[in-house]
């Protein structure tokens, strides 16, 4: 199946839990060989395996590190990089925090009376 943004949570963990099995399997590793070498208990493995939501991160990172997917979390995650126009703008100086979108300005409702507030 694709992988797509439309897809639950809980079926893009499955999805990747999937993924994750069948790589180790083309690889010839078990679990607990897998686990070892991730540095992670064999209940983590299988629990990433089978998608569920309560494993980390960094469980998953190893994970993916052991089966050589590391290099790959750059596609995942891209790298930013500023125009030439925020490079000047910013002088050097990196950026900190994002400043939100601007409220919509409405128009306040014209009140009448008799008409709650």
Partial sequence: MKIESQLTDEVLLKLTGERLARLRLSK???????????????????????????????????????????ERFAALVPEQTASPMELLKQQGRKRQRASGKPAATRKPKAWTWGEPE
């Fill in 28 to 70: 010839n590793l078990t679990q607990e060989q897998l686990a070892q070498q991730a540095g992670l208990g064999l209940r983590t493995v299988q629990r990433l395996e089978l998608g569920v939501a309560a494993t980390r991160l960094s469980g998953f990172l190893r994970v993916c590190r052991v089966l050589g997917l590391a």
